[in-house]
């Protein structure tokens, strides 16, 4: 007898949910793992990009990437286990963009060094907070080289991450401004214990953000095959919460609105009329794991609490 195929047999809501729940399987992998091995890093690695030991020597292959040496212009995620990977940036005397965390009023920092302040004070979070040039979404930026953190990655290019979504929207927003095109080459920076020679593909879709080059402590890897880049921001997969939760996903969407109404009005509407109504069932059974939800990426706040609890102890 064949075998069937999940998404065949499974309604769209559920089959969504099974490949969230594959996702969510690595990266619990991953978080016990570096514990078990004691290779985790403050602070704790469940539910986040995890810091790990290494993290510097990891980040100092990218020198021997012609890549980074032919760039002008780098951007470099958040992450606390990319703090090295932002001083070598900045060492290099390349520009260094960081994207602003929760995408609230602006894309980007453009981070460089002040008077009176170091270059590990800089890439730190509070210099990502408190320091740098805010870029807007209409702001003219060119990126050569991109540098993400993440929770699992292949030999073959997927990438997982903490679940967010925040890597996909910011890749996606990029792409918007021309900053980046398909061209443009993107590294992850991670722990030998936290590459698989392969993960499901069928766990992927077309807004999931692939790389180029792994590089960890002991190695550099690149990828067999370069996969698909997104196109740019898929409104369909968005829900009207993720819309309404970051404030520069309003701002591009009243631009397209405006550009071109009819098409913008349709492409979110689905997503706020299911999600109403999934708000007032859930507000008669008290059940906050809505799992039918439109989402763009994989989120563990879909996560029942507990479990949640669970894993982080």
């Given at each position: 007898m064949s075998q069937l195929?999940?998404?065949?047999?499974?309604?769209?809501?559920?089959?969504?949910?099974?490949?969230?729940?594959?996702?969510?399987?690595?990266?619990k992998k991953v978080w016990d793992q570096l514990v078990k091995n004691k290779v985790a890093s403050f602070p704790n690695p469940y539910g986040r990009i995890p810091n790990f030991k290494g993290a510097a020597q990891a980040a100092a292959k990218l020198l021997e990437l012609e890549e980074?040496?032919?760039?002008?212009?780098?951007?470099v995620n958040p992450d606390k286990p990319l703090e090295a990977s932002r001083?070598?940036?900045l060492e290099n005397g390349k520009e260094l963009y960081v994207p602003v965390?929760?995408?609230q009023e602006y894309v980007l920092k453009k981070l460089s060094v002040q008077?009176?302040?170091?270059?590990?004070?800089?890439?730190?979070?509070?210099?990502?907070?408190?320091?740098?040039?805010?870029?807007?979404?209409?702001?003219?930026?060119?990126?050569?080289?991109?540098?993400?953190?993440?929770?699992?990655?292949?030999?073959?290019?997927?990438r997982i991450g903490k679940g967010k979504?925040?890597?996909?929207?910011?890749?996606?927003?990029?792409k918007e401004m021309k900053a980046i095109d398909d061209e443009t080459v993107i590294v992850t920076v991670v722990h030998d214990l936290q590459v698989f020679d392969t993960l499901p593909k069928e766990a992927f879709k077309e807004h999931d953000v692939p790389v180029d080059y792994?590089?960890?402590?002991?190695?550099?890897?690149?990828?067999?095959?370069?996969?698909?880049?997104?196109?740019?921001?898929?409104?369909?997969?968005?829900?009207?919460?993720?819309?309404?939760?970051?404030?520069?996903?309003?701002?591009?969407?009243k631009r397209h609105k405006q550009n071109n109404p009819s098409a913008d009005t349709s492409?979110?509407?689905?997503?706020?009329?299911?999600?109403?109504?999934?708000?007032?069932?859930?507000?008669?059974?008290?059940?906050?794991?809505?799992?039918?939800?439109?989402?763009?990426?994989?989120?563990t706040e879909n996560i029942p609490p507990k479990k949640i609890e669970k894993e982080k102890t």
């Open positions: 195929n999940e998404t065949s047999i499974i309604p769209k809501n559920q089959s969504r949910l099974i490949k969230k729940l594959k996702k969510e399987t690595y990266r980074f040496k032919s760039s002008q212009s780098v951007e001083m070598i940036v965390p929760g995408l008077d009176g302040t170091t270059i590990k004070r800089t890439v730190s979070r509070w210099g990502i907070d408190n320091t740098g040039q805010k870029i807007d979404i209409t702001d003219t930026i060119r990126i050569d080289l991109l540098v993400l953190g993440s929770v699992a990655v292949s030999k073959e290019g997927y979504g925040y890597a996909d929207i910011e890749y996606a927003l990029l792994i590089l960890t402590p002991t190695q550099i890897i690149k990828t067999e095959n370069r996969l698909p880049r997104p196109a740019g921001i898929y409104w369909e997969l968005l829900s009207q919460k993720q819309i309404n939760s970051i404030k520069v996903l309003r701002t591009l969407k492409e979110t509407k689905p997503a706020v009329t299911h999600k109403e109504r999934k708000k007032a069932k859930l507000t008669k059974t008290g059940n906050e794991n809505s799992s039918g939800e439109t989402v763009l990426s994989e989120n």
